[in-house]
Structures are given as C-alpha cells and as structure tokens.
C-alpha cells in the first residue's frame, strides 16, 4: 500500500484522517489546492492498486502467446488479392492469424470482411505496418507469437516492374530480407514464400519443372530469384521448415462471393488480364489491349498455365501443413494446362456475356511468349492437384463479385 505521510522533525499538529490505511492532511489545515493535488495523487494510486489486483490487468493478449493445439500464422499482404483468399481459407481451418499490410495495394475492405465473418475473440487482427520498416517489424514479431509466416506481400506487375525496377527490388527482395531476419530474431520456424514463374523467365522446354534454369527477364523477377536466393542461403546454417511456392497467373475469387480482385485504379494498365477484361466488360475503358500477336505460339498470342486462386491457397496451406523443420520444398503451382490470351479473351467474353473490343498491340517489355507448369511434382509430395480448372467458370465467379462490387470493397 502507498504511504504519503512525510517523516518531521517536529511534532505534527495537523489532524488527519484515514482512508484504508492511506493518511490524507485535513484540507482546513492546508490550502486547498494541495489538497485536492493529494486528494487525486491517492485516488489515482488507490485505482491503480485495484487495477493491478484484477486478473485481467496484466494478462497478456492470445495472439502474444503459443497455445497447444493453435498454429498462428502472420500472413503479410493478407489485404490483398491472393493474401486476403488465404486468410479466409486459413480461417475457416481454424487458424489463428495476423495481418500485416500497408495497404500500397492491399484493400481494407478486405479486412473488414474476414472481420466480419470470424468476428470471435482471438482469431484475426490486423496491423497497419511497412515491411520496409525493420523497427516495426521487428516490434510485431516481439509483441506477437507466431508459429509461421505467410509471405505474400509485393507488388508484382511485370510491366511496372521494367518502368520502375528499383521499387521492385525495394518492395520484394529487402522487404523479405527484414521478415527473414525477424522470424530468426524471434524463433519463429516456419516460412511459406509465395514466389513466381517469372524466376524461370522464358525456358528453352516446356513444360517447366523445380529443375528448370531461372533466368529471370524482368525486375520482377530478378527480384523475386534474389529473395529465394536470401533464403536458401540463410537455410543453410538454419533448422527453419521453408516452402517455397512459384505459381503461375491467378485468377478467380471466392466461390461463394465474399472475396474478390480489386486494384487500384491507376494501377489497371499494369494489372492482370482478367482485371482488364472485366474493366473493359462493366465499360470502364473502351477496349482490351492484347500486347504482342507475334509470338512463336499457334495463334500468335502470349500463352500462360491460369490456376484459380482457390486451389493456390489450397497449396500454401497444405505447404504449410506439409512443412518440416530443416527442410525446403519447391514446388511449381500450376494447372499442366495453356491457354493463349486469345482463347482466355474468348473465354472472358463468354463469362460476361459482353462482346469486348479488343485492340491488338505490340508486346509488352519483360514479358515472354510460353509459361506452362509442370505439377507433377506438388502432386505427389503435397497430395496437391488443381480442382477449379475451367477457364470460363473460374471467369464466371470472378465476374459476378466484379458486378455486385462496382466500387470494390467500397461498395
């Protein structure tokens, strides 16, 4: 208990009163204003007391410690397209999880969605954070106790990528070197690297498997080879459980509508082609530009393996289900199956039911003419294998969130 009462070498005159064992001097023998000073020192110091005695005062939050039984799982970019799909899935599976966004391209509308559906104690937070802050970052792992991180955020257009790489190197590779040296900072044993096909750039033979040569043609991903390159060769003194995940174009949304794909305006020119198909469906921009008609592929156009961003969160989270300590696995994310942007053009078309002008141009810088996955190898060590493989009714999904979401989340 506090005590107030000063010692005096003379004795003391003035009368007191007690109050649970704590003196207070009689306001009449003292000016007022001490008084009331004294008054709220003891009342402040009495109420502090009380607090300290409740057994939830100092009781620490669930997400700033291990449980039996619950995997914690730090998702960074979980506002965004394909983080914000696994944080429903991982959810759903009965993780707990944290977000960590700046929200450069990410939606807080996302947000508040999973908010809303897993709105019991202890199951999601989110944290407003740049990865470029390594201060900041390394205060989230030493308030939090995650058992494993997610890592999603970057920004990845290839185009921009070529207008303004040094932003790409920033954002993808030193970003990554800061959570890596967090999670050893803090113990934490478990990294699931969404990486990229674009780390094979464009390989002599196809199909592409984990043996295939990388050698990136963009700072995409040139950036992204180096942020694997960081971590294979932190693994190697390591006892960290990795995955790495290279997939190839995402498409689609949440089957049941919660979840969709919202970029940024200003960031449609460099977005994915199914963005751009249903821009140019709603009437947003006159036409779909198709860059590059002249490639060594039977109608001339770009062809690429489109996996469904339900079956891609489906493998992080089998990855991580799958992940050992002192191990990597690498495994290509991927249908097996090309479609050219023609045919993915045809396909859009017949999702909305809208006939799209389209504009043939010529090829984008960085990009390449064939990219196609072999999955053999996440089938036989995950058990993985894609589920949503028609083009046309992953399209169709994505295309009635787009329309009952005008304004993205905003709506």
Request: glycine share 8%; hydrophobic share 40%; net charge positive.
């Amino acid at each position: 208990m506090l005590n107030f009462n000063r010692s005096r070498s003379q004795a003391r005159t003035n009368r007191s009163m007690s109050l649970g064992g704590m003196d207070f001097v009689d306001p009449k023998k003292k000016s007022s204003y001490v008084g009331k000073i004294l008054l709220a020192a003891s009342l402040t110091a009495f109420c502090i007391l009380v607090l300290k005695q409740s057994p939830t005062f100092n009781t620490p939050s669930a997400f700033s410690r291990h449980e039996p039984g619950i995997t914690h799982v730090l998702v960074t970019g979980g506002a965004g397209y394909i983080g914000s799909h696994a944080v429903l899935r991982l959810l759903k599976d009965s993780y707990r999880v944290t977000i960590v966004d700046n929200l450069s391209r990410g939606n807080l509308g996302a947000v508040k969605v999973l908010q809303g559906l897993f709105p019991e104690p202890n199951r999601l937070q989110f944290i407003y954070a740049d990865l470029g802050d390594a201060k900041a970052v390394n205060k989230i792992f030493s308030e939090n106790a995650f058992d494993a991180v997610m890592h999603f955020a970057a920004v990845a257009y290839v185009g921009e990528s070529t207008l303004d790489p040094l932003r790409y190197y920033h954002n993808i590779t030193s970003n990554t070197l800061v959570v890596l040296e967090a999670m050893a900072a803090h113990g934490v044993g478990t990294l699931i690297y969404s990486s990229t096909c674009a780390t094979y750039g464009e390989p002599e033979k196809m199909p592409i498997t984990e043996e295939t040569p990388q050698v990136p043609i963009n700072p995409y991903g040139k950036a992204k080879k180096m942020a694997e390159d960081i971590i294979l060769d932190f693994h190697t003194n390591s006892n960290m459980a990795v995955m790495i995940l290279r997939y190839f174009n995402v498409i689609g949304s949440d089957p049941e509508g919660r979840l969709g794909e919202a970029p940024r305006p200003e960031l449609r020119e460099h977005g994915r082609i199914s963005g751009a198909c249903f821009d140019a469906a709603r009437g947003i921009i006159p036409g779909l530009k198709v860059r590059g008609t002249d490639y060594k592929t039977a109608d001339g156009t770009c062809i690429r393996d489109y996996i469904d961003v339900t079956d891609l969160v489906d493998a992080h989270v089998k990855a991580l289900e799958k992940a050992m300590p002192g191990k990597v696995g690498i495994y290509n994310v991927g249908t097996g199956r090309g479609r050219s942007v023609k045919e993915f053009v045809e396909a859009c078309k017949k999702a909305t039911g809208v006939t799209i002008k389209v504009d043939f141009l010529d090829r984008r810088p960085g990009d390449y003419a064939e990219v196609l996955a072999d999955p053999t190898k996440i089938l036989r060590e995950l058990n993985w294998t894609a589920q949503y493989t028609n083009l046309q009714e992953s399209l169709q999904v994505a295309w009635r969130w787009q329309k009952s979401h005008l304004n993205g989340y905003n709506s």
